[in-house]
């Protein structure tokens, strides 16, 4: 069985950094693709960041592009996505998610791809 825990969420004001780490269990991480997804209050959840193993492919939303930053280390089964710059309107649940396989940049945005899903963590940004 495939668990993915997430860690790392935390109440930051607004500039500060966090880093989410994602430990995935009962499969190997290096023949998955990994999304980092977030959804706000009364938000549709949305695709943050994903990386496949497809020629180490990495993707991420437009307004995180710069700030945010997907890696994963095999050896650890773990993916980490670092965040610089935390803005307010990053408020929201995170979620880990694991697809089977790899994909393209842009598939990786889609969250049906994905089959296995973390609890989420929260990250609050104060002004």
């Known amino acids: 069985q495939v668990q993915l825990v997430e860690s790392g969420g935390g109440l930051v004001q607004a500039g500060s950094s966090l880093t989410l780490a994602c430990v995935v269990s009962g499969r190997t991480l290096g023949s998955m693709t990994m999304g980092w997804f977030r959804q706000g209050p009364g938000k549709e959840r949305e695709f943050v960041a994903g990386t496949t193993t497809l020629r180490g492919s990495t993707g991420y939303r437009d307004s995180v592009k710069g700030r945010f930053t997907i890696s994963r280390d095999n050896a650890k089964n773990t993916v980490y996505l670092q965040m610089n710059s935390l803005k307010p309107e990053d408020t929201a649940r995170y979620y880990c998610?694991?697809?089977?396989?790899?994909?393209?940049?842009?598939?990786?945005?889609?969250?049906?791809?994905?089959?296995?899903w973390g609890q989420g963590i929260q990250v609050t940004v104060s002004e």
């Open positions: 998610a694991a697809a089977q396989g790899a994909t393209t940049a842009l598939s990786m945005r889609d969250k049906r791809l994905y089959v296995y």
